[in-house]
């Protein structure tokens, strides 16, 4: 993933074919981890009665929410095919957003692993066998990576707007 431009609302950015295929793949998954698999507080009575039951209501609410935001993400005209792949733009809350939605799935892969200390390496998933979690594990977190690391990258310059086309 590549920074393309970054002004005080949105972000540019190039997302290689293999990046944008994993995005896809990955939108099938979410949400992978659900709010009634984690506890709230590791002492039930320490809620207010009903607390807990809101709570669940309210974050499978968000989910389903992100679930249509990201359908519509990956289906939309918002992605432009380009040489190298494909353009898209953000604003910031929606790279939020993004950013959530990966981490649902790559902690849940990770939760229904049984949260190993030690994670597979690309190396141990090459092998073969890999369980289809250490994979979504895996993707999640890579696609994470590229986005943070295009927020943190710097452009030639200052911060402009998209280049003109």
């Not at 099938?28 to 809620?47: A, V």
């Not at 981490?103 to 200390?117: K, M, Q, T």
């Amino acid at each position: 993933m590549k920074l393309l431009h970054r002004n005080d609302e949105t972000l540019g950015v190039q997302w290689s074919h293999t990046e944008k295929r994993l995005l896809d793949a990955l939108a099938e998954t979410y949400p992978l981890h659900q709010p009634e698999e984690q506890p709230l507080s590791r002492e039930p009575s320490d809620l207010p009665d009903g607390a807990e039951s809101w709570l669940h209501a309210a974050r499978s609410e968000e989910l389903n929410q992100n679930r249509a935001w990201l359908g519509d993400l990956v289906r939309s005209d918002r992605f432009q095919p380009s040489e190298q792949g494909w353009r898209q733009e953000l604003t910031h809350p929606e790279v939020e957003t993004l950013l959530q939605i990966l981490n649902n799935i790559r902690v849940g892969a990770w939760a229904r692993l049984g949260c190993p200390e030690i994670l597979p390496t690309l190396a141990d998933l090459l092998k073969g066998g890999a369980d289809r979690n250490a994979w979504l594990m895996k993707l999640a977190g890579e696609l994470q990576i590229g986005l943070l690391l295009a927020l943190d990258a710097t452009l030639d310059g200052e911060d402009t707007a998209p280049p003109a086309e």
